[in-house]
């Protein structure tokens, strides 16, 4: 058990629709990180933030987007949604957002079906 | 960011000693060495890291060249459960920090 947590496990939609995933970090853990993996694809890097603030932006969509809360945990909104957004939405948490030396602990994801 | 380059599949008997190679040759003084692996469609899961000196936890050894251009990660006694896609990561932190995962190596233990 990474420690992190992600809501809900799995999530069916239609198009055009908005869900939100959310992501409790491991405690301690300020910064928090969304990734993307779809079928067969490797993870690719959504966004970061730390502390609350945005860290850094990876290949976001403009229909998607995320916010950190004080409590620390993390939502990411995800609208207008697609039948090509259908993958599997991860979360992790690291201690800090600008340690080279902070691994990343990882949720076990959301998966997400646009039908 | 550096880039790595790891082999996408190997395979080893039960048992044994599974070392994983990665080439990063093009890393920085001060960049980790990172290695996550993913099972299935778990999420992926930290196994160790480091900078210059080999490194060793419960879960595996990681050896880093004298030169920091490539490394291993050793997994002492596999075990089918380590069947999964190893990932080998530079760390980079330029401000704009994020951690970019590349195809990885699939690792299949073999009974």
């Known amino acids: 058990d990474s420690g992190v947590t992600q809501t809900p496990k799995h999530l069916i939609t239609a198009t055009g629709q908005r869900v939100t995933l959310r992501c409790s970090p491991r405690?301690?853990?300020?910064?928090v990180y969304w990734y993307q993996q779809s079928l067969d694809q490797g993870l690719q890097f959504l966004i970061q933030?730390?502390?609350?603030?945005?860290?850094a932006k990876g290949n976001i969509l403009e229909r998607f987007s995320a916010q950190q809360f004080p409590d620390l945990h993390s939502e990411l909104n995800l609208s207008s949604l697609e039948l090509g957004d259908s993958a599997l939405y991860f979360c992790?948490?690291?201690?800090?957002?600008?340690?080279?030396?902070?691994?990343?602990?990882f949720g076990n994801g959301t998966r997400l079906t646009v039908t | 960011d550096a880039k790595t380059t790891q082999p996408p599949s190997m395979d080893c008997a039960e048992g044994r000693a599974a070392n994983l190679p990665c080439n990063h040759s093009?890393?920085?003084?001060?960049?980790?060495v990172y290695w996550y692996r993913q099972i299935h469609s778990q999420g992926p899961q930290y196994i160790i890291h480091?900078?210059?000196n080999n490194e060793t936890n419960e879960m595996a050894s990681l050896i880093i060249t004298e030169d920091r251009k490539s490394s291993t990660l050793i997994l002492p006694h596999a075990t089918l459960r380590d069947t999964a896609v190893y990932y080998c990561?530079?760390?980079?932190?330029?401000?704009?920090?994020?951690?970019?995962f590349g195809t990885g190596t699939r690792l299949t233990i073999i009974p």
């Open positions: 093009t890393i920085s003084g001060n960049e980790y």
């Open positions: 933030y730390y502390n609350g603030e945005e860290r």
């Open positions: 405690s301690g853990d300020l910064s």
């Open positions: 992790a948490s690291s201690a800090t957002g600008s340690s080279y030396n902070s691994p990343l602990h």
């Open positions: 480091g900078l210059k």
């Open positions: 990561i530079v760390r980079v932190n330029f401000g704009n920090e994020k951690l970019t």
